[in-house]
């Protein structure tokens, strides 16, 4: 079979990320063919403590540039080995380690722009070490758009099983005070010309239904609860639908969730990130997954976060079903868009 290579990002090596990827990548072996990024010690060790039988082999980021990745045997996992700076303990972080987990999405971006890459999967990083480390960090989903240089992209989560979730948002990880002006009829445009294309393009979905929720509670109720409805909301609709974008709405954020609406829905814009992510992850957490819409290239990651206090307890307690869905999806996106621009 020939499997997509794949970027994995093991996140802040003091959470779950290293195991669970490591679970996940040694699991999906025959299907895809994970690189593992992170520190190569901490990995071989974590490797050693999941399974005597798994197999991990690391190379150096300048013996990867310069003669790319080695031919490693399928049941042997591929490490491109980025360094801690400080010795990793479980549990317990450190800001000194923060550089390190950011040159291990700087080397998955190389490789996915310059075609080693299929797609990057993500493990959960802990923002405010990135923070504390002198880096101004808001998420991966921000740290990717800038390092591609990406002017907007969109934050889409999916999961749930009947019917299946898929809940994009209008803004991602900006203060709530700071949520109502950054929804303008400019940026709701782009969010739903970004949701459209990708939804054809990497989950083959013809003709993408979207569902649009208002800001304010019950969509305004008419101007009473708030304006951003009638004045920005309703207007960018109209402006996308005259472009051929199925986008309906502004419907109450509060009743929109239930499967009489969903059903007919290919995808939910949000607002921002507590109106449309506490629904996604009550439905699905532990196998939901994050996407980023109108990358350059495909970028997938769990639906939690490091979860300080498993890692802190040992290996054996992080479910690693989300990581699983995530490198699958990023796999079958892969192939979606290499079908896509094969075909005329
Ligand atoms: N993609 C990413 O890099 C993400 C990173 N984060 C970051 O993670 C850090 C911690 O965030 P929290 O809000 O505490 O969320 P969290 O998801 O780390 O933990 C919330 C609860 O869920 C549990 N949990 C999380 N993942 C689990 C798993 N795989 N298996 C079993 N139980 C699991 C934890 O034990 C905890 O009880 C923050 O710095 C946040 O920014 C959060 C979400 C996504
Ligand atoms: N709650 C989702 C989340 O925080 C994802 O953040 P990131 O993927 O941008 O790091």
Redesign the pocket.
Known sequence: MNRPIIALTC??PA??GPE?SLRAAWELRDEVRCVLLGDAALLAQTAYDIDRQMRVAAISIQAWRNTGLPNFPADCLCVIDCPAAEPVRAGQLDARNGRAVLQTLDMAVEGALNGAFAAIV????????INDAGVAFT??TEYLADVTKTPQVVMMLAGGDAPHLRVALATTHLALKDVPAAITAESLARTLDIIQADLQGKFGIARPRILVTGLNPHAGENGYLGREEIEVIAPALQAAQQRGIDARGPYPADTLFQPKYLEDADCVLAMYHDQGLPVLKFAS??HGI?ITLGLPLIRT??????????AARGLG???????MVAIRAAAEMARKQKDAQASP
């Open positions: 996140g802040e959470g779950i669970i993500t493990a959960p990083l802990q923002k405010s070490v998420g991966h957490f532990g994050n990651s769990v639906d939690h976060g490091t979860a300080l206090d498993l307690h992080a479910d690693h079903g989300s990581m």
